[in-house]
């Protein structure tokens, strides 16, 4: 009986541990007049922005991604490794961001940012 309620509870894990790291199917968004209203420009508008924080150049936008091919809801943003922020590729939701001053603001933390989804492309 033991045994039976061990298998139970490591299978039982196991799904919620799958449940865990599951990761969105990202679409790059590829139509470069799609709009991102976020910031009232075009995908091909918002792609090379520079990224900051603190005041100082983070990374830049390298591609705009969304759960579909037409809605933009997401950046990837290619860090440059400075700001504290690892020199890597991530998807950042778009309620990270500001635009403020004529600047593409992120507005979370690198501990917050390091547990976005690596852009692997």
Do not use: C
């Amino acid at each position: 009986m033991f045994a039976k309620k061990l298998s139970i509870a490591l299978v039982a894990s196991g799904l919620l541990a799958g449940t865990a790291i599951a990761q969105t199917a990202w679409v790059e968004i590829e139509n470069d007049n799609v709009q991102v209203t976020e910031f009232g420009a075009s995908v091909d508008q918002v792609e090379d922005w520079d990224v900051f924080a603190g005041g100082a150049k983070i990374g830049e936008v390298e591609e705009v991604v969304g759960t579909d091919a037409a809605t933009p809801t997401a950046l990837v943003v290619d860090f440059d490794g400075s700001g504290g922020f690892a020199d890597q590729d991530l998807v950042i939701p778009l309620d990270q961001f500001a635009w403020e001053n004529n600047q593409l603001v992120l507005n979370a933390d690198a501990a917050t940012v390091g547990s976005f989804e690596v852009w692997d492309d």
